[in-house]
């Protein structure tokens, strides 16, 4: 995997992520190196290639190499950590629980992940270009989210929704990672439960 594939990869994985951190991942000193290799494949800057990574505008030069496969596509990985199967989860119990997908899993390499852990795959366009429809989100309910991290909602007594965590003294906010409105001016009587902190987003091919 070559360095953009890389920094592509990690955009994928965390969004928000900031050149230090990505310069930091990849064993790089000075953030000068990742804008070395985006200016080298014509991308002035970070936000550029980021928006290209979101919308599906790049694709990793080995999978253009080749037609991609009916399915997900894995990323290759950088081995630093184990891998783990994740299952699948296709909807939620009325009290929010996940149900798995019998015998389907996904193959995923992260830090730390609890047993609970699985990956949805979501089935609407309100989150593009972030995520589209068939992309998965990696979820971990025994993570507690800090302020900006994206988490898995249920909303009784059907709703999965996906926002930004922020927590203030007297209360939480849910944020649309898109426009950005919280969920309580959305839905004044929303009484949302998290199912899980989300670790990683996973583009469909």
Avoid: C
Avoid at 47 to 58: D, P, R
Avoid at 127 to 138: E, F, K, N, Q
Wanted: aromatic fraction near 10%.
């Amino acid at each position: 995997m070559n360095v953009l594939d890389r920094v592509a990869q990690l955009i994928r994985e965390n969004p928000s992520i900031t050149v230090q951190e990505i310069a930091t991942r990849l064993g790089y000193s000075e953030e000068k190196s990742i804008y070395y290799w985006l200016e080298k494949s014509k991308y002035y800057g970070i936000k550029e290639f980021k928006k290209a990574v979101l919308t599906g505008e790049y694709r990793p030069q080995e999978a253009a190499a080749t037609a991609p496969e009916e399915g997900i596509k894995e990323p290759d990985t950088f081995l630093l950590y184990p891998t783990t199967e994740v299952p699948l989860v296709t909807r939620f119990t009325s009290s929010g629980e996940p149900q798995f997908a019998e015998g389907r899993t996904l193959s995923r390499q992260v830090k730390t992940l609890s047993q609970g852990s699985f990956a949805y795959r979501l089935r609407t366009e309100e989150y593009a270009p972030l995520l589209i429809p068939r992309d998965l989100v990696l979820t971990d309910p025994a993570e507690t989210p800090a302020n900006g991290d994206l988490v898995l909602l249920w909303l009784p007594p059907s709703e999965v929704l996906l926002r930004r965590y922020y927590a203030a003294p007297d209360r939480t906010f849910f944020v649309h990672p898109i426009h950005g409105r919280n969920l309580a001016e959305e839905k004044p009587h929303a009484q949302p439960k998290i199912i899980g902190k989300v670790l990683q987003l996973i583009r469909s091919l």
